[in-house]
């Protein structure tokens, strides 16, 4: 499993932001790998990624690229 890490000013690893923080791209991920990275349950977020939704059936194969801008909402439920 790839590891994520917040970059520090002297990375120089390939990254990508995720909900506006610098992430280092250690490795091929995908969308769905960075989900369970991050602890994230793929069935209850939406994804963005360089302002275009990501739809939850391709999760598994869409592949994080160095430059990519991805926005993660989580849905909350309530009554």
Known sequence: ???LRRMSDTTTEPSF???G???ALAGAMTVSDLLVVLGLDGRKV???RNEAIVPRS???TTWLAAGDSLEI???IGGG
Request: proline content about 6%; aromatic content about 12%; glycine content about 6%.
């Open 17 to 19: 932001t995720v909900n």
């Open 58 to 60: 391709v999760y598994g």
């Open 21 to 23: 923080e610098s992430r």
């Open 73 to 75: 909402v989580h849905f």
């Open 1 to 3: 499993m790839p590891i």
């Open 46 to 48: 939406a994804v963005e």
